[in-house]
């Protein structure tokens, strides 16, 4: 069948190119964001951890199709993804997801707000007509939606700078009523588990403490991005009889106290959901390696 031809006005092809080019981009930034947070803890927290992956994983491949083929089809597909995207992580802030509730970061509001861009300028090259003269596109065969998106939607434009603005809107909200992570174990006290077959050293609710390699006895070098995934046990911790060990406190950089163990900082690992769980054990983030406490017995 000849190719249609629109009459409305709407975007022109080297605009049409520009958002196609965005789009892609776009998405596979906030791939790489979702991929540098699943590598650097978040692939440990339960169900988090495969999402975050999938994440990864659609957001590249889409971006990709995008890029190579340039289908209407593809690009609304791409920016459906990242409004849901968006909402995953709005859900997370607010009432919490698979029971992770998330906290703010850098990295989740340039996520967040590289989600809303990326819907943008996927949703106008999917929907806004192209200017007079351009083809709009084949007859459709796979229905009345494909053949509206091949022609262009009227209206469109207005419509995704109305879900641009709300969305943005949420987000704004959502960051400013979520906070950083609570002081982990202030006052709390100190007990054991057996984990794997080893003590370890927990903090009253059971929640496995940990130290960091890059720590000294009197500096902790873990602030900023890192304490949020690995908040510090702060404050001065009550002895108790049955653990042998030495107690104390240094001074963080932000001047508040953070109880040692035998000259370690302690720290919790946000991807411990439950007590006796060790998910930190191992692990090489945040510039060095991560340790449980262990203790004789």
Known sequence: MATERTRRPGLSRNQRLGLRLAGAGLLAATGAIHLDLYLTGYRSIPVIGWLFLLQVIAAFVLGAAVLV????????????????????????????LFGFIEVRTTAGIVAGMI???????????????????????????????????????????????????????????GVAGAGGRPPAAGGGGLTTAKIGGVTVLTNAKGFTLYWFAPDTPAKSNCNGSCAVYWPPVTGTLPPNPAITGKLGTVKRSDGTAQATYDGHPLYLYVGDTAPSEANGNGLNLNGGLWHEVTVPG
């Open 115 to 173: 989600e809303v861009a990326a819907f943008a300028a996927l949703a106008a090259f999917a929907a806004v007509p192209a200017t007079l003269g351009q083809p709009a596109g084949q007859a459709a065969s796979g229905g009345p939606l494909l053949a509206r998106l091949q022609a262009g939607i009227p209206g469109a434009g207005r419509a995704i700078a109305g879900v641009s603005v709300l969305a943005l809107v949420l987000l704004g909200i």
């Open 69 to 96: 083929s340039g289908s209407r089809l593809v690009a609304a597909a791409g920016a459906g993804f990242a409004l849901s995207t968006l909402g995953g992580y709005l859900l997370s802030v607010w009432i919490g």
